[in-house]
């Protein structure tokens, strides 16, 4: 069994937790809130789980919902709870996010639907995200273990609760909340001497959330499979943002970004042709999705397995080879699979189109535009070829013939 290391988990955390704290919880990086980009930015990484809490919006684009299911599609875990991270699994449960926590269930439920609920205002990084007001779901929470404890009644939790719902979040906090209740002077004396042993709900669902992803990373270090994907495609312009970001590790653990070998590829002679050749396969494929096909079980794998036997890559290399060519989990069960629909509508190409062309048809086309027809067909000539040759302005009969008497002498 080898142990979770500390890259392998990824939490992004702000003022619902002190980064120590999760730290404490379980080997992992703690990196700031999240917003847009950032659980792209990580992906190249390799992590096994990334534990979504705190999130940036308003001024900063927030997280995106589809580089959380790139992620997924990429083969890493993503838990949210408590913050930013209980909206996000409330929005994308069904897809493979795992929600942790009372906020989760009570945005999944529908008990709670404003993302407000959560917001609160806090320092930066340089002030630990010191929390400056406070979330409503807190002001909830307290109102309910007031009233549960006796300290106020109903209808003055209420009041509170009711009060903070009126005050913009930016300009939520205990004095103005309580200065909008209108509570008297012994209610509010009671809920103020209770405030500092109130319990933080918050806190408590981004410590649920940390210990959830750790556990998950412990179990896959012992060997338990990966979550399943979000099961269905990721779109272009996140394979694209995906691609750009990706690594390629190279023999000896260097990393060069899949953007610098892209560039390098782009300034080849044969650049088109790669491109091109790459661009039928995956329309190909396309084209098989947009017909409804899907891989069989086991038919990506195999696919996967048959190109990396064609290129000699041993099981033990395996691995390595994938990584070597910038492909992740996720990116390689894709590649298994555009292997696999590219085969399966090649198989049935007579039919997958009215009057769809045979295997023949598909064979002359290529052997016509590569020259292997001209080349075929001046050596079954024979007589004649090399005149043939010189007439249709093709080297191709000469060197075809030169080998076959090549091959004949040996004999």
């Known amino acids: ?20 704290e999760a730290r404490r919880l379980a080997p992992c990086r703690v990196l700031p809130p999240a917003r847009a980009g950032d659980v792209l930015a990580v992906l190249p990484a390799r992590p096994l789980a990334i534990a979504l809490v705190d999130g940036l919006f308003d001024t900063t684009p927030s997280v995106w ?11 890493v875990a993503v838990f949210g709870g408590a913050s930013m991270g209980a909206l996000r699994a409330a929005e994308l449960e069904r897809h493979g996010v795992v929600g942790v926590g009372a906020i989760f269930r009570a945005y999944r439920d529908g008990a709670l639907e404003d993302d407000s609920e959560v917001a609160l205002l806090h320092g930066d990084a340089a002030h630990g995200f010191r929390p400056l007001t406070v979330p409503l779901v807190a002001v909830r929470a307290a109102a309910e273990a007031a009233r549960a404890g006796r300290l106020l009644r109903p209808g003055e939790a209420r009041a509170v609760v009711a009060g903070a719902e009126a005050i913009h979040y930016t300009e939520r906090t ?25 319990a933080d709900p918050k806190a408590a669902d981004a410590r649920a959330c940390v210990e959830a992803a750790g556990a998950f990373v412990r179990a896959r270090r012992a060997g338990a499979p990966a979550l ?3 099961g269905f495609p990721v779109p272009s312009h996140v394979r694209r943002a995906r691609l750009e970001r990706a690594t390629a590790i190279l023999p000896g653990g260097r990393e060069l970004a899949s953007g610098e070998v892209l560039r390098a590829l782009a300034r080849r002679r044969d650049a088109g042709a790669l491109a091109a050749d790459g661009l039928r396969r995956l329309v190909v494929a396309g084209l098989a999705r947009s017909l409804g096909l899907a891989p069989a079980a086991g038919e990506a794998e195999a696919a996967l397995a ?15 080879f ?14 298994g699979e555009e292997l696999a629909l590219e085969a399966r509508l090649l198989d049935g190409a007579a039919r997958m189109v009215p009057d769809g062309p045979s295997w023949e048809e598909g064979l002359a086309l290529a052997a016509r535009l590569s020259g292997a027809w001209i080349e075929e ?7 004649g070829g090399s005149r043939w040759a010189r007439e249709l302005g093709t080297k191709t009969g ?14």
């Not at 069994?1 to 120590?20: C, E, K, N």
């Not at 075809?400 to 004949?408: H, I, M, P, V």
Request: proline letters at 8%.
């Open 377 to 383: 067909a001046l050596a079954a000539g024979e007589r």
């Open 398 to 411: 000469p060197r075809r013939r030169k080998g076959r008497s090549t091959r004949r002498s040996r004999g």
């Open 1 to 20: 069994m080898t142990r979770a290391r500390r890259d392998d988990l990824v939490v992004f955390l702000g003022p619902s937790l002190p980064p120590a």
């Open 228 to 230: 399943p994907g979000p």
């Open 65 to 75: 919902h589809h580089e959380l299911l790139a992620a997924l599609d990429a083969g």
């Open 322 to 335: 994938l990584a070597a060519c910038g492909l992740d989990a996720g990116a390689a069960r894709r590649l």
């Open 306 to 320: 048959a190109w990396l036997a064609r290129a000699s890559v041993p099981a033990s290399r395996r691995e390595a």
């Open 174 to 198: 205990w004095p103005r909340v309580l200065e909008a209740a209108a509570l008297g002077d012994g209610a509010r004396a009671r809920l103020e001497a209770f405030l500092p042993r109130a």
